[in-house]
């Protein structure tokens, strides 16, 4: 299994710039999530997905949108990015049905300049 | 802000003590995890506790739950010099969302 895994690793957009970040994860967990983490904060919850077909707002979903494809995958999308969107991104699964560890990407480090 | 609160922000201490940490929360949960962070890396999951159990052990982990006042501790016993890292505990609801804590960064002397 290769769990979650989230593209790119790295990435450096221009404001106004648009991009979507991928996640996928192998696990056939129900949930997943964005977050994004700022320098020496904890993270921040952008948008879920409890379960295929449905996705939420977290703390922080203005100026993203999100798209659950299918069980297996989350994207999330920067229409306009602002360099206020320059973070981490982490994407992370929860199987449900009563286990409740999340299990997260490596992370996407984005850049807006 | 909905996030949790955790407290102390820092904390230093040389091996072999004991490091506590704790967490408060604003809303009903069905179950408080806490994980593990190094250096702006990927989270490590530590311990879950769900909101019908009061106290859960791993290892040199201890993790307390108290529903009333609304918040969890997380104690690491005779730390380590590698238990250098931050610590944060996440709170779920029913309704699946996940909520963060600001987490402690946690330094251990050698």
């Known amino acids: 299994n290769a769990g979650v895994t989230q593209t790119p690793k790295f990435q450096v957009l221009k404001t106004g710039q648009s991009m979507t970040l991928q996640c996928a994860q192998d696990?056939?967990?129900?949930?997943m999530y964005w977050y994004r983490q700022d320098p020496g904060m904890g993270l921040r919850l952008i948008y879920y997905?409890?379960?295929?077909?449905?996705?939420d707002k977290g703390e922080v979903p203005n100026g993203y949108n999100v798209s659950r494809l299918n069980k297996r995958e989350f994207s999330l999308r920067l229409e306009s990015a602002a360099p206020s969107q320059t973070s981490v991104y982490f994407c992370?699964?929860?199987?449900?049905?009563?286990?409740?560890?999340?299990?997260f990407g490596p992370g996407t480090r984005l850049t807006v300049t | 802000s909905q996030q949790g609160e955790e407290d102390p922000q820092a904390l230093s201490i040389q091996e072999g003590e004991n490091a506590t940490m704790n967490c408060s929360y604003k809303?009903?949960?069905?179950?408080l995890q806490w994980y593990r962070q190094n250096s702006g890396r990927g989270l490590v999951h530590l311990i879950l506790?769900?909101?019908?159990?009061r106290e859960k052990h791993s290892g040199r982990l201890r993790v307390t739950l108290d529903t009333s006042k609304k918040s969890s501790s997380l104690l690491i016993t005779a730390s380590r010099a590698a238990d250098t890292a931050s610590y944060f505990c996440?709170?779920?609801?029913?309704?699946?969302?996940?909520?963060f804590g600001d987490g402690t960064t946690l330094t251990v002397k050698p």
């Open positions: 996440v709170y779920n609801t029913n309704a699946g969302k996940s909520t």
């Open positions: 997905s409890a379960s295929e077909g449905t996705t």
């Open positions: 992370a699964s929860i199987q449900a049905g009563g286990v409740y560890e999340q299990y």
């Open positions: 506790i769900r909101s019908n159990e």
């Open positions: 696990m056939n967990h129900n949930s």
């Open positions: 809303t009903s949960i069905n179950n």
